[in-house]
């Protein structure tokens, strides 16, 4: 698709995140009122919630963005999101006679802070790229025996806190846990000393379910995409994880990007996931191409100190789709929700560049990685900030996604009474 041009002239930059091709869905603050749902293009933010509020927009159902969240939005389903796009498109192109009367309309982004783009109904996160889970497995297995024996047939996952999932720019507390130290037969109650992020797309869920979906019906309930750091205490997973899995070493954040892509914005980049090594059972074939080619890279900037890129990948790495993930997390019948967070799982490629996590990119800490100011990490210290970054490259324009950042904070202090 070529790109479209708009009368705002910094969504025209071939580098601009923003353009017309995307119009992403976020919630700001600021400029003389609360949150509201908002659409970024440019440098740019289009108050849709005043426009509704001035009878602007002609939406099947009334107060669609009375409340700062898109949920009630995404419930009217994609022919609504198709006609509100296009309403949209027409409006901020070249050349539109929409141009005197929307102008007022428009934020600068610089001047306002983003929020939560949705409300959170139910988080997953899944564990679905062969390059990463191959990396884990080998590290603590050996690499004769790195993927389980249900990896390749089905697509992992646990179910998450939604309470936790927060915004780009919001903190992380150091997690307090039961870790066992290597020296040591029994546990000790610390502060994670193995922080650690995750690089991973989140699916924003915009119809509910009930029963079991197909790949194709699951495709068409996604109403876009965020980018994801799934925050990870490595030594209070390692102590807890067996035999149900994740539990408190995810539970601190999970930290999402503010703007929600649309998935229509993403249909030019769609490519297929890679060849299986074991087919899968039928009601997980993909009608078509169902992963993305988005670009991704995570930095990491330590306190006081400049950024350092450390890993880059592309999420068209992945073995399983959101599609297939959604699809799989129906056949119990599980009823699916409006704003249902499915995360991608973490997002390594082939090279150690292309690692998604600093487990994996200092194989579990015995190969420290360097930074730009010649400190070296292991896992996170206090005060680091990690950036997480995406964007589909198109010819003269990109989708971008916005940065998706956090920094660490020390641990509280241990409770009162606790007792290591």
Same mark, same amino acid.
């Given at each position: ?110 001047a306002v802070r983003l929020h939560l783009p949705f ?144 998935? =229509?914005?993403?249909?030019?980049? !769609? ?9 899968? %059972? @039928?009601?997980? *074939? #993909? +009608? ?96 680091d900030t990690v950036t997480l970054r995406g964007w =589909?490259?198109?010819?003269?324009? !990109? ?9 660490? %904070? @020390?641990?509280? *202090? #241990? +409770? ?5």
């Amino acid at each position: 698709m070529p790109p479209m041009r708009s009368w705002i002239e910094s969504a025209n930059a071939p580098e601009a995140e923003f353009p017309l091709n995307n119009l992403p869905c976020g919630v700001f603050s600021g400029a003389g009122g609360g949150p509201r749902c908002g659409v970024a293009i440019g440098e740019r933010i289009l108050d849709v919630a005043a426009l509704e509020r001035d009878g602007r927009l002609d939406l099947p159902a009334a107060g669609v963005f009375a409340a700062p969240a898109w949920n009630a939005f995404m419930a009217l389903g994609p022919a609504a999101w198709a006609d509100f796009r296009a309403t949209l498109t027409a409006l901020l192109a070249e050349g539109a006679a929409a141009r005197d009367w929307l102008a007022p309309y428009l934020v600068p982004q610089d001047a306002v802070r983003l929020h939560l783009p949705f409300a959170v109904a139910e988080y997953t996160d899944f564990y679905a790229s062969r390059h990463h889970a191959f990396n884990v497995g080998a590290m603590f297995r050996g690499p004769g025996n790195a993927l389980p024996p249900n990896w390749l047939s089905i697509p992992v996952g646990y179910n998450g806190r939604a309470s936790s999932v927060v915004v780009s720019g919001t903190p992380v507390r150091r997690p307090w846990g039961q870790i066992r130290p290597a020296d040591a037969d029994l546990p000790v109650f610390a502060p994670s000393r193995r922080l650690d992020f995750e690089l991973e797309l989140g699916a924003v869920v915009g119809q509910p379910s009930e029963g079991m979906v197909t790949v194709a019906q699951a495709d068409a309930m996604i109403f876009g995409f965020v980018l994801l750091n799934d925050w990870s205490a490595r030594d209070i997973q390692a102590w807890e994880y067996q035999p149900l899995g994740p539990f408190q070493a995810k539970a601190t954040a999970t930290t999402i990007s503010p703007w929600i892509v649309p998935k =229509a914005a993403l249909e030019p980049f !769609r490519v297929p996931t890679p060849p299986r090594e074991r087919p899968l %059972l @039928p009601y997980l *074939a #993909e +009608p078509g191409p169902m992963l993305y080619d988005i670009a991704l890279e995570v930095a990491l900037t330590p306190a006081g100190g400049g950024e350092t890129v450390i890993s880059r990948t592309n999420y068209r790495e992945m073995y399983y789709s959101a599609a297939q993930q959604l699809c799989h997390h129906t056949t119990s019948g599980c009823p699916m929700r409006v704003g249902d967070l499915l995360g991608s799982g973490t997002i390594s490629g082939p090279r150690r560049e292309n690692r998604g996590s600093l487990l994996e990119l200092s194989w579990g800490g015995r190969e420290p990685l360097a930074l730009a100011s010649g400190e070296t990490r292991s896992f996170l210290e206090d005060g680091d900030t990690v950036t997480l970054r995406g964007w =589909a490259q198109g010819d003269g324009y !990109r989708i971008g996604f916005g940065a998706c950042s956090g920094t660490g %904070l @020390p641990a509280h *202090a #241990e +409770p009162a009474g606790a007792g290591r």
